[in-house]
C-alpha cells in the first residue's frame, strides 16, 4: 500500500456572503434557461468549444478517482448517418412495438418520434461511455466503482457547460445502444451511457410546454 499524498487546497474561493447569494441565484437563474432541444441548425461549431466542454465534464467527481468515461465526438457526416440509420432502426422498433403504451403516453407531452434528423443535422454528436471496467497491464480486469453515478455526474456537467458556452444539446438515448460500439470503434469494457446532441437551435425552434417541479416538490428540509 502506497501513503497517500496530500496538497495545500490552493483552488477554493470564498466569496461574501453577499456575492455567494447572488452567485447562487445568477447560475440557477441561468440553469433555468437551458431546454433540451431536438431541433438544431446545421450552423458549425468550433471544435475548440467542444473541447473545453469535455474537459470539465471530466472535471466530475467518480467513484476512487477512476474517470470511468469516454466522450468520442462526432463531426464526421458519414459517421452521423450510419449512427441515424442504426438508431432510427431501433426508434422504430420502440415506437411501433417495444414501448409499452404508459411508456407512449408519458412520452406525449414531449411530441417524439422515431425520426431522428437532428443525428445528421447537428455539429456535434457525443457518444458517451462508460467503462465498466479496466484492463490491467496482465489482461487481468480492473474493478470501477459507482459508474453509472460517475458518468452521470460527469453528463451532467458536460450538458451545464454546453448551455455556458451559448449551445444546446439533447440528451438521446435509442435503446437498445450497442450499435454504438461499433460504429465508434469502442472496446466491450464500455458501454454506451447517452449519445448527446450538440449544436445551434434552429431558426424558430419550439419546445413542448412542460415546467419544472417546484423547490417544495423537490426537496425537504428537516
Ligand atoms: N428513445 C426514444 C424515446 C424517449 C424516451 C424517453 I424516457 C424520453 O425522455 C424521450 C424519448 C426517443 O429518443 O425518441
Redesign the pocket.
Known sequence: MSKPNFLPLSSHVEYSLEEMQNRAKDFYQDLNKRRTVRDFSDKKVPLEIIKNCILTAGTAPSGANIQPWHFVIVSDSEVKRRIRVAAEIE?KE??ERR?TKE?LE??EP?G???D?PFLETAPFLIGIFARNYGINSDGTKAKHYYVSESVGLATGMLISAIHNAGLVSL?????PMNFLNEILERPKNEKPFLLLVVGYPSKGAKVPDIHRKSLEEIATFI
Do not use: R
Request: proline share 6%; hydrophobic share 35%.
Open positions: 426508434e420502440f415506437y414501448a411508456w408519458a412520452l414531449l417524439t418520434d422515431s431522428k440528451t438521446h438515448t435509442p435503446s
